[in-house]
């Protein structure tokens, strides 16, 4: 029987396989991929792709390479890092560091559903670590050793990633200004996420870090409580609420927490913290005050105690994508013949291209390793179930057939 791997261009983007989506904007997608060198697996990234619709638009793709130029710049352990600007075609996009995780927006979605509260001090060991990114891209110096003054301008649950490793990165400086930009905003356009825009950023005023550090506010508020701050049934009552909604007090929270936390939502941004190592230096009082010191050990075991089934469910995501794309022979229009008892050929397999990234050749492989156990009534020529089985080249001694069932996309592979 043959085992043919279809070639495609359909997740090919230059020398990166597409392995998924993971999130789509109004300015860019941004996929999971692999890249590859000398037809060798690299490593595996994010890759972030302007979308076609906005391509076009020169404007936009000043702004795309303008986050580029900045994201370039950056290096620290609590911003996610660029590793290449490029153009595909008439596409360009960039890639940075994949990490394994899930967005705070999503930690407080699963908190909520679980009817959990976070331990105070892991709230404020993040902020401490998003206070700490962002300290280091406003001092960031250019090559004139003047400094960035870098505003990331959407700092929200959304762009902080806390990782399974217990690591927390600032991602997404889409639309992050720095001192020297050349791109500016139109006059009367607001950019950023409403319900964690600063007044200030709302009002269109010229920002400075203390916009970020509202934003900061605004997110630690959220997690501490567990409830929305600012969202209203229109944009306009949102930041209606921004400029005006009294912010209510943390209840229940130490006073060492709930204090540099009010402080970062007042208002007037002269009355909140002077700059980011400030609010940095706050957070840290706060967690020197406690008797247990907050590691990223403890985040890790966090984060998995919030998501058990991190790595069942990227495998379920693997496998839904494999089901997918897995093609009989039969479908393709060629004409096979099933066959029991004694053969020596079967139904051709045909995979598409994507199916040769890592992640799907080993579901596959499991999948094919779990048939073969449930049918050990049957054989493989050359007795080759004692081998591993191998999704390269060519079968010829294997007999399998393709069974496509219940919502159209659950495979069967029958071991004939």
């Known amino acids: 029987m043959l085992y043919t791997v279809m070639p495609t261009k359909l997740n090919r983007f230059g020398r990166y396989e597409l392995i998924r989506r993971v999130s789509l904007g109004g300015m860019a997608e941004v996929f999971k991929a692999q890249s590859y060198m000398d037809g060798k697996l690299e490593k595996v990234v994010a890759l972030k792709r302007l979308l076609p619709n906005v391509a076009e638009n020169q ?41 394994y995780g899930r967005d705070l927006r999503t930690v407080l979605k699963a908190l909520k559903k679980q009817c959990k509260f976070i331990d105070p001090r892991m709230a404020a060991w993040i902020g401490l670590q998003v206070a700490q990114g962002l300290a280091y891209a406003y001092q960031r110096e250019d090559e004139n050793a003047q400094p960035l003054n870098i505003v990331h301008r959407d700092i929200s649950p959304q762009n902080i990633m806390i990782g399974f490793d217990g690591s927390v990165k600032i991602i997404d400086f889409g639309i992050a200004k720095a001192a020297n930009a050349t791109v500016q905003t139109d006059v009367g356009i607001l950019k950023g996420k409403y319900s964690y825009m600063s007044p200030e950023h709302a009002e269109r005023a010229s920002l400075d870090a203390r916009s970020d550090i509202w934003s900061l506010g605004v997110v ?55 700059d980011h190592c400030e609010t940095r230096d706050a957070l840290r009082e706060t967690l020197a005050k406690e008797n247990t010191p907050v590691t990223t050990s403890e985040i890790a075991q966090w984060m998995t105690s919030i998501f058990p089934n991190a790595a069942i469910e990227e495998e379920a995501q693997a496998d839904h994508e494999l089901h997918r794309v897995l093609i009989s022979a039969e479908e393709m229009g060629f004409d096979t013949t099933d066959m029991s008892g004694e053969v020596t050929s079967a139904t051709e397999i045909y995979v598409s291209d994507n199916t040769t990234q890592a992640d799907y050749r080993e579901a596959l492989e499991r999948f094919m390793h779990a048939r073969q156990n449930e049918t050990q009534s049957r054989s493989i020529s050359g007795d080759a179930s004692s081998e591993p089985l191998s999704l390269e080249g060519v079968w010829s001694d294997a007999a399998w057939a393709v069974s496509l069932v219940s919502m159209g996309y659950f495979l069967f592979l029958i071991l004939l």
């Not at 352990?77 to 153009?87: A, D, F, T, V």
């Not at 959220?222 to 912010?247: N, Y």
């Open 59 to 99: 404007r936009f793709i000043d702004m795309f390479l303008q986050e580029a130029k900045l994201a370039a710049q950056l290096s620290h352990p609590n911003i996610c890092r660029l590793y290449e600007l490029g153009k595909e075609g008439e596409s360009y996009y960039l890639t940075m560091e994949y990490v």
């Open 220 to 274: 630690l508020h959220e997690l501490l409580s567990q409830k929305r701050l600012f969202i209203g049934e229109s944009m306009a009552d949102t930041i209606d609420q921004v400029l005006h909604r009294p912010v209510p007090p943390l209840e229940e929270i130490p006073d060492s927490l709930s204090e540099p936390v009010m402080r970062m939502l007042e208002r007037d941004r002269n009355n909140r913290f002077a």
